[in-house]
């Protein structure tokens, strides 16, 4: 029998069940979207001394939670009591990679190499915040409309400082384990990358490099020189075998250094193909949009790993202009997908690259992104877009550190309140645990509300003193960042 709810959370339905647990579709209505909640029974679970499933729970709840990125599952939650435990998840409608190579076998180079990239581009923003998965493989990856890719599953992940890792601890899928994994020896985001590379030879053959029981999978692993992805597949660029190999190099100082770096070796490989322009109906690796001197412009899906070096001031107006194109081919979740692209987009070029993979037919998404090609890269971002480094944006006025007194505080309050009704006093006592200043309270705050002219009001009236009307000093910026 399906309870009717979990805590706030309303149950529609189940997702999936396993040994350990059941996963069911929910709502959360306080926000009106839709969540995944995954919940153990405690008695239910045989005792592990190493990791049992509320154990991950936790550790899935400390890893993924610290993570904000367009292609890694968003966990909103997590709750236990003594007789049960549940972690809330983004829900994301689709099936899981697994599921979907059991229908296909295989994938065609340019959609494997497009779902590449929006992985190593999301291990590359976990790996920057001291997070390795430890489990990257086709049953923890979700495809939604075969297009956009989410990593989920952080409940083995490894955290810069956990206490819960262990020394000597074998953690992980056996087919998948890069060899250092195996032995138990010390691991960094390099056993990511051996893991995607497996995935990756797996969507361009059909095959597994490393298959059989776990004991011969690790066997294999630890001793066996992989054929050449083009050897199984003659259709396939032999300019892929390279990247593809060095992912699984034994040594992990043969593999390549980071997940940034495995892209930028498959992007460049992928040109050396010809596979940068795709057939309208490709997944492609890049989107191809015409510029008005003629040119073919190419635009990169998925775009380069996030790096904490590239924190960007973004101007409002521009977004809201982003956002209003988008609309007409996406409907309402414009707003959102904007939202999520500014928060780890470092350029212009690959805020727009990100929204534009969320377009469906490529006519449409060539010609979104062909309105925005007027003039060289450099003229764009000097016309309609101010980018700061994290330390430029801290020396600027309004982000100066500013004291959060209670007063200052409760004004702002009152503004998101009025917005949002009672949820906006539990969102500043969150966001007021993590704010540096006055400005980044508000700036934490405006991503609450639900569209670009809701949080430029809310922006607007916070610049403001809020505990006597009186406007801030006339040198405040006008420009806030919303990343």
């Known amino acids: 029998m399906e309870p009717g709810v979990i805590g706030r959370y309303r149950i529609d339905g189940v997702l999936g069940e396993g040994a350990m647990g059941i996963v069911y579709r929910g709502f959360d209505e306080a926000v009106a979207r839709a969540v995944a909640i995954k919940v153990v029974r405690k008695e239910s679970v045989a005792a592990s001394p190493a990791w049992d499933a509320v154990a991950r729970f936790r550790n899935e709840a400390r890893a993924a939670g610290r993570l904000s990125h367009p292609h890694i599952v968003t966990v909103y939650d997590f709750a236990e009591d003594a007789r049960s435990a549940h972690l809330v998840c983004e829900y994301v409608p689709g099936r899981s990679l697994d599921r979907w190579l059991a229908a296909h076998r295989r994938a065609e180079p340019a959609r494997a190499l497009a779902w590449m990239a929006q992985l190593l581009d999301a291990l590359g923003c976990a790996h920057a915040h001291g997070v390795v998965h430890r489990d990257v493989k086709a049953s923890n990856i979700l495809v939604a409309g075969n297009r956009l890719l989410k990593l989920a599953d952080f409940g083995i992940a490894h955290v810069d400082s956990a206490e819960r890792t262990q020394a000597g601890l074998m953690i992980g899928t056996p087919s998948c384990m890069a060899p250092e994994q195996i032995r138990g020896g010390p691991i960094d985001g390099r056993i990511d990358v051996f893991a995607a590379g497996v995935l990756l030879y797996q969507l361009l053959t059909g095959e597994r490099p490393f298959g059989g029981t776990p004991q011969g999978a690790m066997q294999q692993i630890l001793t066996r020189d992989v054929p050449a992805p083009s050897s199984l597949q003659p259709d396939l660029p032999a300019a892929l075998d390279e990247p593809v190999l060095r992912a699984l190099a034994r040594d992990p100082a043969q593999r390549h250094a980071s997940a940034a ?49 590239t924190e960007l001031a973004w101007d409002v107006e521009w977004l809201a202009k982003v956002e209003r194109g988008l609309v007409s081919h996406v409907g309402p979740m414009a707003a959102l997908f904007v939202k999520k692209a500014a928060r780890s987009a470092h350029s212009p070029e690959d805020l727009l690259s990100r929204v534009a993979c969320h377009i469906a037919v490529a006519e449409d998404r060539s010609r979104f992104l062909a309105q925005w090609q007027a003039g060289s890269p450099g003229t764009r971002a000097s016309a309609s877009f101010r980018a700061s480094s994290a330390a430029e944006a801290r020396a600027a006025p309004e982000a100066r550190a500013e004291p959060l007194d209670d007063a200052t505080v409760a004004g702002i309050e009152r503004c998101l309140v009025r917005r949002m009704g009672p949820l906006g006093s539990v969102c500043v006592r969150r966001a007021r645990r993590d704010a540096s200043s006055v400005a980044d309270l508000c700036r934490r705050l405006a991503e609450n509300l639900p569209d670009l002219p809701a949080r430029q009001a809310f922006l607007a009236e916070c610049e403001a003193d809020p505990t006597s009307g009186a406007p801030r000093p006339s040198g405040t910026p006008q420009e806030t960042s919303l990343g």
């Open 261 to 309: 770096d495995f892209l930028a070796a498959l992007r460049q490989a992928s040109s050396a193909a010809g596979l940068e322009e795709q057939p309208e109906d490709a997944d492609a690796t890049r989107v191809v949009a015409r510029s008005d001197r003629g040119g073919a412009v190419p635009v990169a899906v998925g775009a380069a790993a996030w790096s904490p070096a």
